[in-house]
């Protein structure tokens, strides 16, 4: 069985940095991996992604100022995230594609403080 849970989320400072994780169990050769946030009363939205391979992309919002990355062996996807703004405070969630089926973990709070 396919889980995929998250770690890391928290209350921090404008300015500060936290480092997401993500774990998933019950998965091989994990393709293409997202993080993805969802503040209070908007819709969920991609932050970043990263392939199998390495190769990452970001939302503009997010860019120059977070950074995805993953350890294969480990089955671990990883979000660091530097000088935050309020507007970052969201649910962030990891999620991937296996077997055409779609996966979510249940999130982790990130709360940014001004």
């Known amino acids: 069985q396919v889980h995929l849970v998250e770690s890391g989320g928290g209350l921090v400072q404008a300015g500060g940095s936290l480092r997401l994780s993500c774990a998933a169990s019950g998965i091989f050769n994990i393709n293409t991996m997202g993080w993805y946030r969802q503040a209070s009363g908007k819709q969920r939205e991609l932050v970043a992604s990263?392939?199998?391979?390495?190769?990452?992309a970001y939302a503009d919002s997010v860019k120059g100022r977070f950074t995805i990355s993953r350890d294969n062996a480990k089955n671990m996807v990883y979000l660091q995230m530097n000088s935050l703004k309020p507007e970052d405070t969201a649910t962030y969630y990891c999620?991937?594609?296996?077997?055409?089926?779609?996966?979510w973990g249940k999130g982790t709070l990130v709360t940014v403080s001004s």
């Open positions: 990263i392939t199998r391979e390495g190769s990452d």
């Open positions: 999620r991937t594609i296996y077997y055409g089926m779609d996966y």
